[in-house]
């Protein structure tokens, strides 16, 4: 008689409880128009958006997370989730095992003696891995294994082992989207880089607002409000680490998000530059043509001719 086999557990979980959070890599796909969780200490994860919007607060920030970016939250780091939509709101978030992370930058910064010597790590008391937890824009890292894993999980063509590496990659993605914001965090004018990566944090506390918050009547001072430093603070710290000035970035994502409407839906042009934040169509469309080299209508109809 052939002996009973149990089913192997899954290397990656698919939408599993919270109290299996952090025991496996796992994936939660959701879809919904109200919705709500609070104060909810995960592991390290990626939120990101297939369709409109969420809000994930955290004792720091709130932060909109939108089909245009992904947002990082460490492990343990509680955080709220809100979504109050008309239309349907799609989610796809990565959870990491407990030590996943860790493991690989432990492998990808260290020596292969070193690894001979200390194959696998002593003890538990090591730290856990810190990303800084800011929004990011849609990258050429990370962004599309998050497309890759979405397309494959929806087709039903995605594999436990296949998922498995991949997470593999998106932790070393991860990693490289972090050295980028430590040669940021070298532009702040500060000897301890204690200091540096602190003022560092509030920047992007301030950034991600600006980021969340721009159809709105966004001020510098709010934005400054949000990092916790003065408005000139805040301005002079911008312009150093990202090269451009907090009201440049607010344009530029103002316009970024009306050539996307212009694309994706059938609205006005007045329509748009009003949602988007503009406060007359005749800026926005002079804004517009200065930055795309053509006008909102005129970029309409190139469009409609492709």
């Known amino acids: 008689m052939a002996a009973n086999r149990t089913k192997p557990e899954a290397r990656v979980a698919i939408n599993p409880t919270a109290s299996q959070m952090g025991a496996a890599n796992a994936i939660l796909r959701g879809r ?3 919705y709500h969780v609070a104060e909810f200490p995960g592991p ?4 990101s958006v297939v369709r409109g919007s969420g809000v994930w607060g955290t004792a720091e920030a709130e ?8 947002l990082v939250l460490n492990a343990g780091r509680p955080y709220s989730l809100t979504i109050d939509a008309r239309e349907v709101v ?3 978030c990565l959870f990491f095992r407990a030590g996943f992370a860790e493991d690989v930058h432990r492998v990808e910064g260290s020596a292969p003696v070193a690894l001979l010597d200390e194959p696998v790590p002593l003890g538990n008391g090591r730290a856990p891995l810190e990303f800084f937890e800011n929004l990011h824009p849609h990258d050429a890292e990370v962004s599309p294994l998050l497309r890759r894993m979405r397309q494959r999980i929806a087709d039903n063509s995605a594999t436990d082992i296949w998922l498995e590496d991949q997470f593999f990659a998106v932790a070393r993605a991860l990693l490289k989207v972090h050295g980028r914001s430590e040669k940021q965090v070298a532009r702040i004018p500060a000897k301890k880089v204690s200091t540096r990566q602190e003022l560092y944090r509030r920047l992007l ?4 607002y600006l980021h969340s918050f721009f159809t709105g009547e966004v001020q510098l001072q709010h934005a400054a409000n949000a990092a916790c430093v003065s408005p000139y603070h805040f301005h002079r710290l911008f312009h150093e680490v990202f090269h451009e000035t907090p009201n440049q970035y607010l344009q530029r994502r103002r316009l970024e998000q009306a050539r996307e409407l212009l694309e994706s839906t059938d609205r006005g042009v007045t329509e748009i530059s009003l949602g ?8 926005f469309s002079a804004l517009f043509r200065r930055s795309f080299g053509c006008s909102p209508r005129e970029y309409r109809a190139i469009l409609k001719k492709k």
């Open 32 to 34: 919904a128009r109200q």
């Open 44 to 47: 390290l994860s990626i939120k």
């Open 63 to 70: 932060r909109v997370v939108d089909s245009g970016s992904y």
């Open 90 to 92: 799609e989610t796809f």
């Open 205 to 208: 506390r301030g950034k991600d």
């Open 276 to 283: 988007v934040g503009f406060e007359s169509s005749t800026s």
